[in-house]
């Protein structure tokens, strides 16, 4: 009997099908040609000079309040090395970023969980952890369509946590990289922007607006805390990847990002439907809210559904997703990330219906 061909659900990267590699082959042309030595050379810690400029622009600051890195991930990594030291307690949501999870306890931070809402992190429990003595030296939030949960923070709750900020002392880390993938609702303003006491740091990624092999990211931020993370910069690659970035300079300042963000936002918003229609029609016991915009579906089974068997019975069948276990400290044993992103809408129906089989498998072998 052949073999199914395999469907994931585990990556959040759009599908190479919606990638713009014409446009970005235009990019690279133009900056090879038009800055052969910006882009080539070792350059500075900072990131190439024109993709800081273009940022500071998009973002209200200045060049120095920016620095370009190899990906977002390695802008949070500089962030939480700068900021965090053994022993301090770091605010998480919970459910939040596995990689997030793994670089704080590898840091030996002591990381406070707080739960999600249906409208993000539910900032008045942290108000109530405050009050009740816990001192953070930062709080990491993903504003929009957070990963793994969907969820986004509201405005009052945007406001409430920089008063949170202000009051106590500590630091909103604004860990943005789907902000621009809304395709639908009102788009809301960044923390960052309605910072007015220098709490926020914020950051994003071209990984999920251009495509993931591009590894740029960036964070904006108050000029002194910039100026430690390009230290820490220089110290680890004298420079970032200027070949990447003068692309992406060149990309965004063509006009070819809005493009691309357009594609990828269709896309997306076509895939969340298919993959909501699908759970209802062939897993019913799944229950949801759909985003509205991103790369992730949070899905919670029935208590006592044991999501280790299913996600073996899944692979089984040639499905992978990732295990809500892994975005928790604990708990969540019955929950599992689906992420859209992708997967064609016709491998989103098959995907869910060998899930729906391997669960009912799993029911068929406890009766």
Not at 32 to 59: C, K, M, N, Q
Not at 92 to 113: C, H, N, Q
Request: glycine fraction near 8%; aromatic fraction near 8%.
């Amino acid at each position: 009997m052949e073999a199914e061909q395999p469907i994931t659900f585990a990556r959040g990267a759009p599908s190479l099908d919606i990638i713009p590699a014409e446009d970005l082959r235009q990019a690279a042309q133009r900056a090879f040609e038009s800055d052969p030595r910006g882009a080539f050379s070792y350059g500075t810690a900072g990131g190439y000079v024109p993709l800081r400029d273009w940022i500071a622009e998009r973002h209200g600051a200045v060049r120095e309040q920016v620095v370009a890195t190899n990906g977002s991930m390695q802008a949070d990594a500089f962030l939480f090395q700068l900021l965090v030291q053994p022993g301090d307690t770091v605010v998480v949501e919970a459910p939040t970023y596995d990689r997030t999870l793994l670089s704080l306890k590898g840091l030996g931070a002591e990381i406070l969980a707080i739960p999600m809402e249906a409208d993000g992190l539910d900032v008045e429990g942290l108000a109530h952890a405050l009050e009740a003595g816990a001192r953070p030296k930062l709080a990491h939030v993903i504003p929009n369509f957070q990963n793994p949960a969907g969820a986004t923070l509201s405005l009052e709750k945007r406001r409430r946590l920089l008063e949170l900020a202000g009051t106590y002392e500590f630091v909103v880390f604004e860990d943005d990289p789907y902000g621009e993938l809304r395709f639908e609702g009102e788009s809301l303003p960044t923390m960052l922007s309605l910072d007015t006491d220098d709490r926020v740091v914020y950051a994003s990624s071209f990984s999920k607006t251009v495509c993931p092999g591009i590894r740029a990211g960036y964070l904006v931020g108050p000029g002194e805390v910039i100026a430690s993370v390009e230290r820490i910069a220089t110290g680890t690659y004298i420079s970032p990847n200027m070949v990447a970035q003068a692309i992406v300079a060149e990309f965004c300042r063509s006009g070819a990002l809005e493009r691309s963000i357009e594609t990828v936002k269709r896309a997306l918003r076509e895939r969340r439907d298919a993959t909501c229609a699908a759970l209802q029609e062939r897993l019913p016991d799944a229950t949801f809210t759909p985003p509205e915009g991103g790369y992730f579906l949070w899905v919670e089974l029935p208590e006592g559904a044991d999501v280790d068997a299913l996600s073996a019975a899944a692979k089984d069948r040639g499905v992978i997703f990732v295990k809500g276990t892994d975005f928790l400290l604990e708990g969540g044993l019955n929950t599992l990330r689906l992420a859209y992103s992708g997967v064609r809408p016709d491998e989103i129906v098959e995907g869910i219906g060998r899930l729906a089989e391997a669960y009912r498998s799993l029911s068929v072998a406890a009766a």
